[in-house]
């Protein structure tokens, strides 16, 4: 177990949270549910009794997938030696990404539960912030539909809005990628792929 202090948000007393450190998707499943649920994070204040969002490091780890995601603690040799850790030939074929919150890791979670390559999505939220004019932080809600409609969403006023874009925006951000080979290439080991990644790329 990993052990924190958060402070609470409503008394601000601090109170110590144990977390997991590890999710194994094939040894652990039902760590995933709680996860996706968004109770995982979620400790209660003794103090007061207070719902606290609460942040620890943890690997989430999806053999079947191929897929690793660092939750970062923020520390620079924390970070490098997670990236030396996954670096073996073991983790070859790997789509291996660092995220800094909580509400991060879910949305990688649900992107690759999706099918969906992170990395072309990350464009089609670059594309649709030009296109709303708007600079806001675009997020993964989920793929439906007949026509794989992708929402997304986003807050303003205190609200979470919802952005619909069709499955051939993404189609062609994952057309970009087949032709800028090294856009991938730069995503390989344990990187973040976050909108500051995409943007490096296409302005």
């Known amino acids: ?42 400790r209660e204040c003794p103090h007061c009794g207070a719902r606290n969002l609460a942040k ?34 073991e983790f070859e074929g790997y789509s291996g990404r660092i995220v800094d919150t909580p509400g991060a890791l879910l949305e990688k979670v649900k992107i690759f539960d999706a099918g969906l390559d992170d990395i072309a999505l990350e464009m089609a939220k670059f594309i649709t912030r030009q296109e709303l004019g708007k600079d806001i932080d675009l997020l993964f809600f989920n793929l439906e539909g007949a026509d794989n409609e992708i929402t997304l969403t986003y807050p303003e006023a205190g609200q979470m809005q919802l952005v619909r874009i069709g499955f051939n925006v993404y189609e062609d951000c994952a057309g970009i990628l087949l032709r800028n080979p090294d856009i991938k290439k730069s995503a390989t080991g344990l990187c973040r792929v976050d909108r500051g990644f995409v943007e490096c790329w296409l302005k």
């Not at 008394?11 to 590890?22: E, S």
């Not at 939750?71 to 996954?86: C, P, Q, W």
């Open 56 to 89: 620890w490091p943890l690997l989430y780890h999806d053999p079947a997938e191929k897929v690793m995601i660092w939750l970062s603690d923020g520390s620079a040799d924390t970070e490098a030696r997670m990236k030396a850790a996954v670096a073996g030939e």
């Open 1 to 42: 177990m990993e052990s924190v202090q958060i402070v609470c948000n409503r008394c601000g007393k601090a109170f110590p949270v144990d977390g997991v450190p590890l999710i194994n998707t094939e040894g652990a499943p039902e760590l995933k549910e709680k996860l996706l649920s968004g109770e995982l994070f979620l």
